[in-house]
Structures are given as C-alpha cells and as structure tokens.
C-alpha cells in the first residue's frame, strides 16, 4: 500500500515513544526515510566510523582477505538486511531473536570489545539525527529520536552488550569521548574505506555522479572522519549541492509516496541476492582444509 508521508507522520505522533518504539522505528527509518541512496551513505559513514578505530580495522581488512575488501557491496547490504530484519520483525520476537544469534555468533569470531559494539549502537542511534542536522536539516521529529534510541538499545541488550548508557546525550557524550581516545589512520582504515567509496559510488549514485562519490561521502562525514581516513576536502559547489538534495528531500517528506511494506531485507537483500537463509547472510568461516593422514 502507498500512501503519503505525511499520513505516516500522523500516524507517529499518535504512537507512544517507549511504549510502540518497535513500530515508530520502522515507520521512521524504513517507511518515511528509507531512501536506498540516503541508507547507503548513512551505512558507508557508520562503518568508517568503526575503521577509524586501528583495531577495528585490522579486523575487517585481515590484510586484504576480509570480506569487506574482497566483496564490499554484499558485505554492506548484508549489514543493513541484520538491521533491516530487527526493524520489519522487533528485537523480541521469534525472528529478530535469530537473527541476534546470527549476529553475535559471527561476532564470536573476532576479538571485539564491548567499547567497539556499544560503539556501533551510538552510530545506529545517533548518526541518521547528527548527519543530516550537519548538512541543514534533520527529518527526525522528537518522538522518533527518543523511539530510535530505545529500539536501538533494546537491540544491544539482547546482544548482551554492557554499560549502555542511560540515554541519547550520555551515549552522545560516551561517542564523543571513544573518538578521541580511539580514532587514528591506518593504512587498512583507509584501505577500507577506499573500497566503500567506490563500492557507494556502484550502488547508490547515477554514472555522471561516481566520479564525485568521494567528495559526497567526506561531505556527509563529520570532519575529524575526514582527516584520520584522508578523504579529498569537498568543494563548495559539491557541499552545497548534497545540502540542496537533503533540504530537498526532508522538505518533501509530507507529500512524498511512500509504501507502508517497504523492507530492507528485500530492498538490499532479496532484489540483489536473490532468498538466502540465516546462516547464508553476513560472513562464511572458511572452511578448514583437511589433510590425509600420510599424505605429501
């Protein structure tokens, strides 16, 4: 069904922040905001963010074998499909509790700490909000930031993360304070960071617009991301273009169609990859190689 925004607008002020935070967040940040170019470089900027952390990004490059560089576009949209699933189906249901287990067994492969995943949680709760304030104007109404957080934070209880905390400033506060202690270049932060420029540039822009993806993506980055992964200093005619497009697009929300069954998981899983299982989605541990007793 479609219907205009401003019908789904209606419909999340009506809704009680704490008590349908499950719902608003999907009407949020799927249905009304879920423009795939717009999602696209929201996802690139947050998983900047985690290689700008040196060991972070030793974890995903693993000198150049990670999927991230061997098959960045399906490494990004498998990302948002693990959210994209907790978004159509709730962190506390049948399907969305499968899907954490799927996530926190690939997660038990690498030596994480919980500052790096409760890291994770301040870029899913709180980037979408900061970065497009930063280029002028935020789509985000007050009820949905306060839903966002708490859906947000309820994804990372059932992940068994610790010491969350008690809400969106002090989180903001936390973010702020791992970035100076934690942010340094490295040569996998920019390797990485290099493939999800030109991976962004495939998937999201038109031809004409791939040769600027780099100076979109330091446009919408906060400008400290910019100098640890080196990216070109946008020029002013790119920055004020992708503010006119944002402006644009937040001006448009009301009247927009939008379609109420809008999904992630078909829009960047399904249409892309085709149907896949659980254990299909996100990373493959290799398979170890076996040896005959005896043999040369």
Same mark, same amino acid.
């Given at each position: ?68 560089? %061997?098959?960045? @576009?399906? $490494? ?25 287990? $799927? &996530?926190? @067994? ?6 994480? %700490? ?11 709760? &709180? ?16 009820? !949905? ?7 947000? $934070? ?15 400033? !002090? ?7 791992? !970035? ?9 932060? +920019? ?20 040769? &600027?993806?780099?100076?979109?993506? @330091? ?5 400290? &991301? ?9 020029? %002013? ?33 399904? %249409?892309?990859?085709?149907?896949? +299982? ?6 493959? $541990? ?11």
């Amino acid at each position: 069904m479609v219907t205009p925004g401003i019908a789904v607008s209606r419909r999340i002020a009506r809704l009680d922040p704490a008590e349908d935070a499950d719902e608003i967040a999907r009407l949020s940040l799927v249905v009304l905001h879920g423009n795939a170019a717009l999602t696209s470089a929201l996802f690139t900027v947050a998983f900047m963010k985690q290689v700008a952390v040196p060991t972070m990004a030793r974890i995903l490059h693993r000198r150049g074998t990670g999927d991230i560089m %061997r098959e960045t @576009a399906l $490494r990004n949209d498998d990302t948002i499909v693990f959210f994209g699933q907790l978004l159509d189906h709730g962190p506390d249901s049948a399907v969305g509790s499968a899907w954490i287990e $799927r &996530l926190n @067994a690939i997660h038990a492969h690498f030596p994480l %700490r919980n500052s790096d995943s409760l890291y994770t949680l301040a870029t899913l709760a &709180l980037d979408p909000h900061a970065i497009t304030a930063s280029l002028g104007r935020s789509p985000f109404t007050p009820t !949905e930031l306060e839903a966002q957080w708490l859906f947000w $934070r309820r994804v990372a209880q059932r992940q068994q993360i610790t010491d969350i905390p008690a809400g969106r400033a !002090e989180l903001a506060a936390w973010s702020a304070a791992y !970035e100076r202690a934690e942010y340094a270049p490295s040569p996998e932060g +920019r390797a990485v960071t290099g493939a999800l420029v030109d991976a962004f540039a495939v998937q999201a822009l038109p031809r004409v617009l791939r040769p &600027l993806a780099g100076e979109i993506i @330091a446009t919408v980055s906060p400008p400290v &991301l910019r100098e640890v992964h080196g990216l070109p200093e946008p020029r %002013r005619r790119v920055r004020l273009a992708v503010r006119a497009a944002v402006g644009a697009y937040v001006a448009a929300t009301p009247l927009r169609p939008v379609r109420l069954d809008r999904s992630f998981v078909e829009e960047f899983g399904v %249409r892309r990859h085709g149907h896949r +299982r659980i254990d299909e989605v996100g990373y493959q $541990r290799p398979a170890r190689r076996h040896t005959d007793v005896g043999s040369s």
